[in-house]
């Protein structure tokens, strides 16, 4: 995949997202000699990937930084990092709940910040990144940001900053809720008797196998999953009796309408420091 990758990409961090992140670059060529990982720990990334514990005395030109790190951690990251940030840095935040309005009070000189939030699929490319700036922000810097997260999977621009807790709710803690789905799924077969290791292979295949015809239905035929779920169901059978228990009262709307308001009431504490 030939892609005009940033002259220097610095990421502060690098756990298990920014880590995804890197996986999937690298695996589309980015040369690792572009990329800078700071990394109190020291340890290594991978090969060729240059990692530093300390900051370094300045930036390279063409520099795109990646915040990875810690949300709590963006005050001492900031009062270090910023003073090596000039106009042309292009700042990338994952920071949970740390707002744009914020991180242009803590990086003054940098004139593109972009938001994003992914989510753990990226390091295979079938992720989903959210992504969010003003309009300080240069449309060439936007263009090439977005260019950067292609590969990752789908990357949505959000309209108002203020959808983001939402959509981190949906997407970015998703594939958490979908993991726990399948493990009640295979749970359930084994309550109805199925042998637990055979109940926990059906599951997931299961539901990969779904999720990617759901993918391609939409994509050919515009069917929705749930125009998908009324065609295997019918009427009378099996699939429509289960689907009645999961439809009563719109029963899994509400656990689901729940979730995501949990997840994105957090979000919003979280930006309000608490």
Request: aromatic fraction near 4%.
């Amino acid at each position: 995949m030939a892609l005009n990758w940033p002259d220097h990409l610095f990421l502060v961090g690098c756990g298990n997202m920014a880590g995804q992140m890197l996986v999937r670059w690298l695996d589309c060529g980015l040369a690792p000699a572009r990329v800078t990982v700071l990394r109190p720990s020291g340890k290594p990334v991978a090969d060729g990937v240059r990692v530093i514990t300390d900051y370094p005395a300045m930036l390279p030109a063409g520099t795109t930084v990646l915040l990875g790190m810690k949300p709590y951690q963006i005050a001492d990251v900031a009062a270090a990092l910023a003073p090596l940030c000039g106009e042309e840095t292009r700042i990338v935040s994952i920071l949970a709940g740390t707002t744009l309005a914020d991180l242009r009070t803590r990086f003054p000189a940098a004139r593109d910040i972009v938001r994003a939030m992914p989510n753990l699929p990226v390091g295979l490319g079938e992720g989903v990144t959210a992504l969010f700036t003003d309009a300080a922000t240069s449309g060439q810097a936007k263009a090439d940001i977005d260019a950067l997260i292609q590969p990752l999977g789908l990357a949505e621009w959000i309209g108002e900053e203020t959808l983001f807790n939402q959509v981190t709710a949906l997407s970015g803690c998703g594939p958490a809720f979908l993991f726990r789905f399948a493990d009640a799924l295979a749970r359930a077969g084994e309550a109805i008797g199925i042998p637990a290791d055979q109940a926990a292979r059906m599951a997931l295949a299961t539901v990969q196998g779904s999720a990617n015809m759901a993918a391609r239905a939409d994509a050919q035929a515009g069917d929705s999953p749930a125009t998908l779920a009324d065609k295997v169901a019918s009427p009378g059978g099996m699939t429509r009796q289960g689907l009645n228990v999961l439809d009563a009262d719109d029963r899994l709307l509400t656990l689901l309408t729940d979730t995501l308001a949990a997840a994105r009431d957090r979000g919003e504490a979280m930006a309000r420091g608490e």
